[in-house]
């Protein structure tokens, strides 16, 4: 199924071997259930059938036991709060590249259509997988969540308990002071990914998670690249200019000269 959009129905009996009344009985359960898409060439797994096939792998090993209502919709996938067997509460995130253009290939027919459905599959699985990846290297180094699993196009990591920098106004619970030292204490985390071998590649207020105590967690890392990137500076200096864009409204950098791109893209590099 990895490689194919459209798969024939005589190759699935042959794959299946059923008789072909059972196999087409099946699919059209599969069909109403929105897990399986037909066309003209036969059948594909639809978006939600390959969140379906990932949660049944989770379950089947024993890790997940309960998903629970969707945390946020981001612009590439879907999160949600789950209960893990062990009674732990955590998140599944849904890697879901591609989602345009596998809405317009279902539009168009045929050729197209097939190559836009094998990338949404293989790209979301292989970010899903890059993701998992990376957060086993940072993991727990950087302030990162914890890697529980992966399947497919999703991953199942730690929840953090915490707002995002954006929906926060900070000058209401902490001073000056502090929130320059927050801001010091996130560019010490992106010097220690730096170390590990990366750099994120989105940082901004949207994957800054903060927590009651004013602790925090860096999240979103699929997109992350290799320090040896040869675009590595290029990505890092955004990533820093990001963070500072975000503090500037509390002027911590009026008394912090430090605070400016050029500056601090030597002190995580060293170069
Ligand atoms: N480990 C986590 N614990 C708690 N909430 C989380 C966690 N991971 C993600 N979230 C929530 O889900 C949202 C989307 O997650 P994330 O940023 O990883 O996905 P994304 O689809 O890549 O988003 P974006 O469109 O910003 O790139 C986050 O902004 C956050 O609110
Ligand atoms: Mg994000
Ligand atoms: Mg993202």
Same mark, same amino acid.
């Given at each position: 199924?990895?490689?194919?959009? %459209?798969?024939?129905?005589? #190759?699935?009996?042959?794959?299946?071997?059923?008789?072909?009344? +059972?196999?087409?009985?099946?699919?059209?359960?599969?069909?109403?259930? &929105?897990?399986?898409? /037909?066309?003209?060439?036969?059948?594909?797994?639809?978006?939600?059938?390959?969140?379906?096939?990932?949660?049944?792998?989770?379950? !089947?090993?024993?890790?997940?036991?309960?998903? &629970?209502?969707?945390?946020?919709?981001? !612009?590439?996938? +879907?999160?949600?709060?789950?209960? $893990?067997?062990?009674? /732990? #509460?955590?998140?599944?995130?849904?890697?879901?590249?591609?989602?345009?253009?596998?809405?317009?290939?279902?539009?168009? /027919?045929? =050729?197209?259509?097939?190559?836009?459905?094998?990338?949404?599959?293989?790209?979301?699985?292989?970010?899903?997988?890059?993701?998992?990846?990376?957060?086993?290297?940072?993991?727990?180094?950087?302030?990162?969540?914890?890697?529980?699993?992966?399947?497919?196009?999703?991953?199942?990591?730690?929840?953090?308990?915490?707002?995002?920098?954006?929906?926060?106004? $900070?000058?209401?619970?902490?001073?000056?002071?502090?929130?320059? @030292?927050?801001?010091? !204490?996130?560019?010490?985390?992106?010097?220690?990914?730096? *170390?590990?071998?990366?750099?994120?590649? @989105?940082?901004?207020?949207?994957?800054? $998670?903060?927590?009651?105590?004013?602790?925090?967690?860096?999240? @979103?890392?699929?997109?992350?690249?290799?320090?040896?990137?040869?675009?590595?500076?290029?990505?890092?200096?955004?990533?820093? %200019?990001?963070?500072?864009?975000?503090? !500037?409204? =509390? *002027?911590? @950098?009026?008394?912090?000269?430090?605070?400016?791109?050029?500056?601090?893209?030597?002190?995580?590099?060293?170069?």
């Amino acid at each position: 199924m990895r490689y194919h959009e %459209w798969v024939p129905l005589d #190759e699935i009996v042959r794959k299946a071997k059923m008789p072909e009344k +059972d196999v087409l009985y099946r699919l059209k359960r599969l069909n109403k259930f &929105g897990f399986v898409v /037909r066309s003209v060439y036969g059948y594909a797994v639809s978006m939600g059938g390959y969140d379906a096939l990932a949660v049944n792998a989770f379950v !089947k090993k024993g890790i997940l036991k309960a998903i &629970g209502n969707k945390l946020g919709v981001g !612009k590439e996938g +879907d999160v949600y709060n789950v209960l $893990l067997e062990d009674g /732990r #509460e955590a998140v599944l995130k849904f890697h879901k590249h591609g989602r345009t253009c596998f809405t317009r290939g279902k539009r168009y /027919r045929g =050729y197209l259509a097939d190559k836009h459905h094998i990338s949404w599959l293989y790209v979301s699985r292989l970010t899903a997988q890059q993701e998992f990846e990376i957060l086993n290297e940072l993991f727990p180094v950087v302030k990162v969540p914890e890697p529980i699993e992966w399947n497919r196009h999703a991953i199942i990591m730690g929840k953090v308990v915490g707002e995002e920098l954006k929906r926060l106004d $900070l000058s209401e619970f902490m001073s000056i002071e502090e929130i320059r @030292d927050l801001f010091w !204490k996130i560019i010490e985390e992106v010097k220690k990914a730096y *170390k590990i071998g990366y750099i994120h590649g @989105d940082l901004s207020e949207f994957n800054i $998670l903060l927590d009651e105590s004013r602790d925090f967690v860096i999240i @979103d890392w699929p997109q992350a690249i290799p320090t040896y990137h040869p675009d590595a500076e290029f990505y890092l200096k955004r990533d820093i %200019w990001n963070v500072i864009r975000y503090f !500037k409204k =509390y *002027k911590i @950098d009026k008394e912090d000269e430090n605070i400016n791109v050029d500056y601090i893209h030597k002190y995580i590099t060293g170069k």
